[in-house]
C-alpha cells in the first residue's frame, strides 16, 4: 500500500501541481498561540501538547475508518494525510519566478523573493551577487528536503503518522522563526528527524551525480551529528554538481556589472539553479525506483 500512496501523493503534488495552502495550517497556529499563553513558562510542554494533540487525534481517525470498505478508505486517509504532510510551496514557480527577477537584472526584487521563499538570510546586501547566488542554492535544496524528501523516508519507514508529525515541527519551526521566539526542544527534534534521511539523500546525490566527489564528501559528513541539515546538503549536492563559483561573478561583487558580463553572469546562475533542480529531480526518481524494486522483491 505504501508504494501506491506515495504514487498517488507524488502524481497529485509533482505532476499536477496540487498543494495545500498554508491556510490549513491555521488551526495549529491557533493551537500553538493557545498553548503557548496558557503554558507561558514550559516551552517544551507547549510543544509536547502541540504535537501530540493533532497526531492522536487523527491515529484515532485512522484505527476507526481505515478497515472500511475493504481497506480503500485506508489508502486515501493514508494519501491525503502524506499529500498534507507534504510542503506548501510548488519550488518550481518559485524558482522560476526568481530567475525571472535575476536574468532580468533587477536583483534587489531576487534577493527579497529569495529571502521569503528560500530561507535566505538577510545578512549580505542585495548587489553581493556570488552570496545571493550560494544561499539560494543551499535554500533551494534544503526546501526540496524538508518539503518531500524527509516526509517521504519518514512515511515509508513509520507510517504516516511521523509524516504528520514531521510537518507539524515545520510549521512549528516557521511559527518560532517568525515570532523570534525559542524552543529548544523543537529545533533538537527537527534536527533528529533529519539527521538520517538527509544523509540518505546525500547518498543518493552520488548516484544521481557526480559520483567519486560526492561520495568523498559524503563520508567526511555521514557520522557528523553536529553539522547542519542545510550544510550537509549543500556540500553533497554541490560535489554532486562540480559547482564551487562562478570568477566572473566574483570579479563583480560590489560592483555593478555591464551589459555583457551581466549576461554571462545571469547566463552562469541560471545553468548552477537550473542543475540543481535537476539533481532534486533525478533522486526522487532513484527513490522511488527503489521503493519498487524493494516491494517487489
Same mark, same amino acid.
Given at each position: 500500500?505504501?508504494?501506491?500512496?506515495?504514487?498517488?501523493?507524488?502524481?497529485?503534488?509533482?505532476?499536477?501541481?496540487?498543494?495545500?495552502?498554508?491556510?490549513?495550517?491555521?488551526?495549529?497556529?491557533?493551537?500553538?498561540?493557545?498553548?503557548?499563553?496558557?503554558?507561558?513558562?514550559?516551552?517544551?510542554?507547549?510543544?509536547?501538547?502541540?504535537?501530540?494533540?493533532?497526531?492522536?487525534?487523527?491515529?484515532?481517525?485512522?484505527?476507526?475508518?481505515?478497515?472500511?470498505?475493504?481497506?480503500?478508505?485506508?489508502?486515501?486517509?493514508?494519501?491525503?494525510?502524506?499529500?498534507?504532510?507534504?510542503?506548501?510551496?510548488?519550488?518550481?514557480?518559485?524558482?522560476?519566478?526568481?530567475?525571472?527577477?535575476?536574468?532580468?537584472?533587477?536583483?534587489?526584487?531576487?534577493?527579497?523573493?529569495?529571502?521569503?521563499?528560500?530561507?535566505?538570510?538577510?545578512?549580505?546586501?542585495?548587489?553581493?551577487?556570488?552570496?545571493?547566488? =550560494?544561499?539560494?542554492?543551499?535554500?533551494?535544496?534544503?526546501?526540496?528536503?524538508?518539503?518531500?524528501?524527509?516526509?517521504?523516508?519518514?512515511?515509508?519507514?513509520? !507510517?504516516?503518522?511521523?509524516?504528520?508529525?514531521?510537518?507539524?515541527?515545520?510549521?512549528?519551526?516557521?511559527?518560532?522563526?517568525?515570532? =523570534?521566539?525559542?524552543? =529548544?526542544?523543537?529545533?533538537?527534534?527537527?534536527?533528529?528527524?533529519?539527521?538520517?534521511?538527509?544523509?540518505?539523500? !546525500?547518498?543518493?546525490?552520488?548516484?544521481?551525480?557526480?559520483?567519486?566527489?560526492?561520495?568523498?564528501?559524503?563520508?567526511?559528513?555521514?557520522?557528523?551529528?553536529?553539522?547542519?541539515?542545510?550544510?550537509?546538503?549543500?556540500?553533497? !549536492?554541490?560535489?554532486?554538481?562540480?559547482?564551487?563559483?562562478?570568477?566572473?561573478?566574483?570579479?563583480?561583487?560590489?560592483? =555593478?556589472?555591464?551589459?555583457?558580463?551581466?549576461?554571462?553572469?545571469?547566463?552562469?546562475?541560471?545553468?548552477?539553479?537550473?542543475?540543481?533542480?535537476?539533481?532534486?529531480?533525478?533522486?526522487?526518481?532513484?527513490?522511488?525506483?527503489?521503493?519498487?524494486?524493494?516491494?517487489?522483491?
Amino acid at each position: 500500500m505504501a508504494l501506491l500512496v506515495l504514487l498517488i501523493t507524488l502524481a497529485a503534488y509533482k505532476l499536477l501541481g496540487l498543494r495545500v495552502s498554508r491556510n490549513f495550517d491555521a488551526w495549529f497556529i491557533a493551537l500553538v498561540s493557545w498553548l503557548s499563553s496558557f503554558f507561558k513558562n514550559s516551552p517544551r510542554v507547549v510543544t509536547l501538547f502541540a504535537l501530540l494533540i493533532p497526531v492522536s487525534t487523527v491515529s484515532i481517525l485512522l484505527w476507526l475508518l481505515e478497515p472500511l470498505f475493504f481497506g480503500l478508505s485506508g489508502v486515501l486517509l493514508h494519501a491525503l494525510i502524506l499529500f498534507y504532510s507534504f510542503g506548501r510551496d510548488n519550488l518550481p514557480e518559485s524558482t522560476e519566478k526568481y530567475l525571472s527577477y535575476w536574468q532580468g537584472g533587477d536583483t534587489q526584487a531576487a534577493y527579497r523573493y529569495a529571502v521569503e521563499h528560500f530561507r535566505v538570510a538577510e545578512k549580505f546586501t542585495a548587489d553581493d551577487l556570488p552570496s545571493l547566488q =550560494q544561499e539560494v542554492r543551499a535554500g533551494l535544496l534544503y526546501q526540496w528536503f524538508e518539503q518531500i524528501f524527509v516526509v517521504i523516508f519518514w512515511y515509508l519507514v513509520a !507510517g504516516p503518522l511521523v509524516a504528520l508529525f514531521i510537518r507539524l515541527i515545520c510549521i512549528y519551526d516557521g511559527w518560532l522563526r517568525e515570532s =523570534q521566539s525559542g524552543a =529548544q526542544m523543537a529545533l533538537e527534534l527537527l534536527h533528529a528527524i533529519e539527521w538520517l534521511p538527509v544523509r540518505l539523500l !546525500g547518498f543518493t546525490f552520488t548516484i544521481a551525480g557526480n559520483f567519486a566527489a560526492c561520495f568523498k564528501c559524503w563520508t567526511e559528513v555521514v557520522l557528523s551529528w553536529r553539522m547542519p541539515t542545510e550544510k550537509v546538503l549543500n556540500n553533497a !549536492g554541490m560535489a554532486a554538481l562540480g559547482v564551487c563559483s562562478v570568477e566572473s561573478a566574483e570579479q563583480i561583487q560590489g560592483s =555593478q556589472p555591464s551589459a555583457i558580463c551581466w549576461e554571462t553572469v545571469a547566463e552562469d546562475y541560471t545553468k548552477e539553479i537550473n542543475l540543481v533542480e535537476d539533481l532534486v529531480i533525478r533522486s526522487l526518481v532513484v527513490w522511488v525506483i527503489l521503493v519498487s524494486i524493494i516491494v517487489i522483491s
